[in-house]
């Protein structure tokens, strides 16, 4: 089965606490702190396997989680980093923050990896908060929770020239002319529902990737019928051959084929409407034919679109069509590599913005004032409030972070009640 998107959950590796410990060796009454850090939680990384074709590993497990950090220990011992976790996906294969529909990641390339969810920082021991005034600090800090998201896989086709046209126009028989592929044919439309790859092999030793992609009708760009299936796998192919029934067997004009398919190709992107195209003018075996070829290639050629008579069938035309389309492609490769070097091509991979973990926000309910936000939680997780060096370390990060001294513009008095987390206490300067 041939899936070709799929929603999963990721979670990152939570940080390693920090370790409160003291030395207590023999021959050293007085043992200063020696709590190690905690290991940093491991990472989801997607890695690009050639091997792969589908995202059906996706389709039944949802979740996934990379390990968490190791605790730190004595003796100054950090704890071990969260193993990775390595998700493999096929070439193509795109990966969108659910929520946002950002791009993360447009992984093509054998090998290719990218960190989609970051494991969270390993927290500090309590080595680390040792002063002149604090011989013996009794708090650590706890380890960041690492990040969690939602993310939609889309397996796009990487082939060099894609086949689109009408259902039943002969575009699957055509590619199991020119290919070894053994595409599904039958006389009924959407016979083929998956995209079906073959390699082309030109008489002159040249080859490329040829695929056939679900036929297409009127309201695809809306998702009628298969059409984002359909579109998805158009938008990586370099050049385009569009198959048209010359013959007319179903009754329908060839050239207001062509001209439908191409509008909904612009309804979808602008981009997919400006791709490279040949006309491979299918099913001239056929008689009647001949007299629409001649409309045909008039009025595309007219437009600068070379128009192949073909025959699926008895393979009339089909070689210099394939050493055309060889040529055309190295020209559109050349181009391409030209505005690479030159440093018009898009940004292919697109990240995250780094969170600011020091943001806070304060918001105020009748005489509570409420403090939101990542690091505040974290440092309220790792306080030890019935200890007063630990207090005092909370109230110095207070300050310095600047709370107290919003909460003062927001009008705070002596008594009133401050929220952070599940943590009430009452405020006095």
């Known amino acids: 089965m041939f899936i070709d998107k799929a929603v999963i959950h990721l979670k990152a590796g ?32 997607f890695v690009v396997d050639e091997g792969l074709r589908t995202l059906m590993d996706f ?36 990966v969108k923050d ?13 090998g290719e990896r990218k960190v989609v969810a970051r494991g969270g920082k390993g927290g500090k021991g309590n080595v680390h908060f ?61 016979t083929t529902i998956t995209p079906n790859l073959g390699m082309v ?55 207001d084929d062509f001209e439908k398919i191409n509008q909904e190709l612009k309804l979808y992107s602008e981009k997919l409407s400006e791709k490279p195209q040949i006309v491979a003018a299918n099913k001239t075996d056929i008689p009647g034919a001949e007299e629409n070829l001649i409309s045909v290639k008039e009025v ?32 559109i490769e050349e181009q391409l590599r030209v505005a690479v070097i030159e440093g018009d091509d898009e940004e292919k991979i697109y990240k995250f913005k780094e969170e600011e973990t020091s943001l806070f926000t304060i918001r105020r ?21 019935d200890d007063m060096d630990s207090l005092a370390y909370f109230q110095k990060v207070l300050r310095k972070r600047g709370i107290i001294d919003e909460l003062k513009e927001l009008g705070i008095n002596d008594g009133d009640l401050v929220k952070i987390d599940e943590i009430e206490f009452e405020y006095y300067d």
């Open 365 to 385: 309910e009748n005489n509570t004032y409420i403090v939101e936000g990542k690091f505040i939680e974290r440092l309220v997780y790792s306080t030890n409030f």
């Open 98 to 110: 659910e929520k946002t529909g950002q791009v993360i990641a447009d992984l093509t390339e054998h």
């Open 130 to 190: 040792k002063t002149a005034t604090r011989q013996a600090p009794r708090f650590a800090i706890a380890g960041e929770v690492g990040e969690t998201l939602s993310v939609v896989l889309e397996l796009k086709l990487i082939a060099d020239v894609g086949l689109i046209g009408f259902p039943n126009v002969g575009k699957s028989t055509f590619l199991s002319v020119v290919t070894s592929a053994t595409p599904k044919i039958a006389n009924y439309h959407f």
């Open 14 to 45: 939570k940080g390693g606490d920090g370790s409160v410990a003291f030395r207590r060796e023999k021959y050293v009454p007085s043992g200063g702190p020696s709590g190690g850090d905690g290991g940093k939680g491991g990472n989801v990384v």
């Open 201 to 255: 092999t030109t008489k002159y030793g040249d080859s490329f990737v040829l695929a056939d992609i679900p036929g297409l009708i009127e309201g695809a760009h809306e998702g009628v019928g298969l059409g984002h299936e359909f579109l998805r796998h158009v938008e990586r192919t370099k050049l385009l051959i569009h198959v048209i029934d010359v013959a007319s067997v179903e009754g329908r004009d060839p050239l």
């Open 300 to 331: 595309l050629e007219e437009k600068g679109i070379k128009v192949f008579p073909i025959s699926a069938v008895t393979n009339k035309g089909l070689d210099e069509l394939m050493i055309y389309a060889s040529q055309k492609l190295k020209e």
């Open 59 to 94: 389709r039944y497990k949802k979740h996934y989680s990379a390990d968490n950090g190791e605790d730190g220990k004595n003796k100054k011992m950090f704890g071990s980093d969260g193993r990775d976790l390595v998700l493999k996906v096929p070439p193509g294969t795109i």
